[in-house]
């Protein structure tokens, strides 16, 4: 485990974007060391000055296929699994090649800030139809999600496991979805990148595992969140329907180029040989979704937060400090911890926060300290 003066020393946004003596909790990337045979590979690419374009790079299919069976017990047709740069490039391209301006996709508010960008982006019309919240529970509400189809909506981005929230969606929710999508011919782009860091206690279901997804579902996922290399930029395209797989060919041919050597093949080594990692890392950050809990009934017992069922990430409301929509900008500049505010994810989440729990026992209790101060 890394300590803050090591990490400060990098050069990832998470550690340059702001003054020395803030705490970042804000970026989704973790503060652990990458798997060590992701690094060797690495290392001896570098070493042999293999570091050209991107070319015929089946590895990563099969080594995607071989995680799937392996842990979702799902088998992707390899021959419809196309590269792109990252999950949000493809997302971008996916969604443009389907569509036209003005075209209205359905977002599941509070949900990943990108997909607002994205969308505005590809000069799309946004609509929500947010997470109904009970206690608890934060699920899709499938009312809204239908009544949005019949008014005319012809995408839905879906966060699968979503973020920030940290929730999985049910079979039953996933099936209602691609029911919903069938009746209305209207794509579903499900971003899975969170989905490699499920919790031993819970399932994934990948969407185009359900049959009903299959003929206007597409899935976008990457090994760089849950094998911690952002930065190596690579991601896959996925579908499970030839017709499905032949529209996107409108897709740019250069969409496969413009991914990196090096990420292409630190996908296909973590997703082939990465899992006695991968599992190493699960069981440090059920400690720490668990230790949030316990560190927030210590030092700020008002605070409500869930423990996720998925992935590093607290989403925890903290209208009981008063701080109002701007808590995040007051907590940098007063107490030098850096989250990321709850408008980002939806205007109507100000009172939430969203923090990173990948790091240290140490820094995470430090985190919330300053938070409570």
């Not at 359900?210 to 849950?226: D, E, N």
């Not at 316990?294 to 030092?299: F, G, P, T, V």
């Amino acid at each position: 485990m890394r300590d803050l003066t090591e990490l400060q020393k990098l050069h990832s946004s998470k550690w340059l974007r702001y003054s020395p003596d803030v705490l970042p909790m804000h970026v989704a990337e973790m503060d652990f060391e990458v798997d060590p045979g992701v690094r060797a590979l690495l290392a001896e690419m570098i070493t042999k000055s293999d570091l050209g374009y991107l070319g015929p790079i089946p590895e990563v299919a099969e080594a995607f296929v071989g995680f799937a069976q392996r842990h979702w017990g799902w088998t992707p047709d390899a021959a419809q699994i196309r590269m792109t740069t990252d999950v949000g490039v493809g997302v971008v391209e996916v969604i443009r090649a389907l569509s036209k301006p003005g075209d209205k996709v359905i977002i599941n508010s509070p949900v990943y800030h990108s997909f607002y960008m994205w969308l505005d982006e590809l000069k799309l019309t946004t609509v929500d139809a947010p997470l109904i919240h009970e206690g608890d529970d934060w699920r899709l509400d499938l009312a809204a999600i239908e009544a949005q189809f019949v008014a005319g909506a012809r995408f839905i981005l879906l966060s699968s496991p979503h973020n920030p929230v940290g929730r999985i969606h049910t079979v039953e929710e996933l099936t209602a979805i691609a029911e919903l999508s069938n009746k209305y011919n209207a794509y579903v782009i499900s971003d899975e990148i969170h989905a490699p860091l499920t919790y031993a206690d819970q399932k994934f279901i990948p969407y185009l595992s359900i049959p009903a997804a299959q003929r206007l579902g597409v899935v976008v996922t990457s090994s760089s969140k849950a094998f911690n290399f952002a930065g190596l930029k690579a991601a896959i395209i996925v579908t499970q329907n030839q017709e499905m797989f032949e529209e996107l060919n409108a897709m740019p041919e250069a969409n496969h180029w413009r991914a990196s050597l090096l990420g292409g093949f630190a996908m296909a080594k973590a997703f082939a040989g990465g899992d006695k990692w991968l599992a190493e890392t699960i069981t440090q950050l059920d400690h720490n979704r668990k230790l949030v809990k316990e560190l927030l009934a210590k030092y700020l017992p008002d605070a409500k937060y869930v423990i996720p069922q998925n992935s590093y990430l607290a989403w925890i409301d903290i209208s009981c400090l008063g701080l109002g929509d701007n808590a995040s900008e007051y907590l940098i500049e007063h107490k030098k911890v850096a989250f990321n505010p709850g408008t980002e994810f939806g205007e109507q989440f100000g009172a939430y926060i969203r923090l990173n729990f990948a790091t240290s026992p140490e820094i995470i209790e430090e985190g919330i300290k300053r938070l409570a101060s």
